[in-house]
Nanobody, 122 residues
Framework: VQLQASGGGLVQAGGSLRLSCAASGRTFNFYMMGWFRQAPGKEREFVSAISRGGGGIYYADSVKDRFTISRDNAKDAVYLQMNSLKPEDTAVYYC????????????????WGQGTLVTVSS
């Protein structure tokens, strides 16, 4: 699976961004999809994940009630709607595809996009 993330940019605190991740190469709906992020000087961390059919949705506590993950299997795409952004959300955001558990571990994902930078100014 090839993944292409987009939608990052510079936004003021309190603003919103919508990240997209387009997939190609293999059957998209075989895979759980996840979003991770990596801030400068920090380790990559789990943000959100969605099961193959979309019925299972998971969030890190730090983004719960602010971010919404969704997927469109007809378009081979996954999205991350980010609202009420905070400066601490500044990071490179990666989409990933996998078939293992736990959904919150980066080692459960086999395929990764190139990342898209989100910068939130205070």
């Amino acid at each position: 699976v090839q993944l292409q993330a987009s939608g990052g940019g510079l936004v003021q605190a309190g603003g919103s961004l919508r990240l997209s991740c387009a997939a190609s190469g293999r059957t998209f709906n075989f895979y759980m999809m996840g979003w991770f992020r990596q801030a400068p000087g920090k380790e990559r961390e789990f943000v959100s994940a969605i099961s193959r059919g979309g019925g299972g949705i998971y969030y890190a506590d730090s983004v719960k009630d602010r971010f919404t993950i969704s997927r469109d299997n007809a378009k081979d795409a996954v999205y991350l709607q980010m609202n009420s952004l905070k400066p601490e959300d500044t990071a490179v955001y990666y989409c990933a595809a996998g078939r293992n558990t736990p959904y919150s571990s980066s080692s459960s994902y086999n395929y990764w996009g190139q990342g898209t930078l989100v910068t939130v100014s205070s």
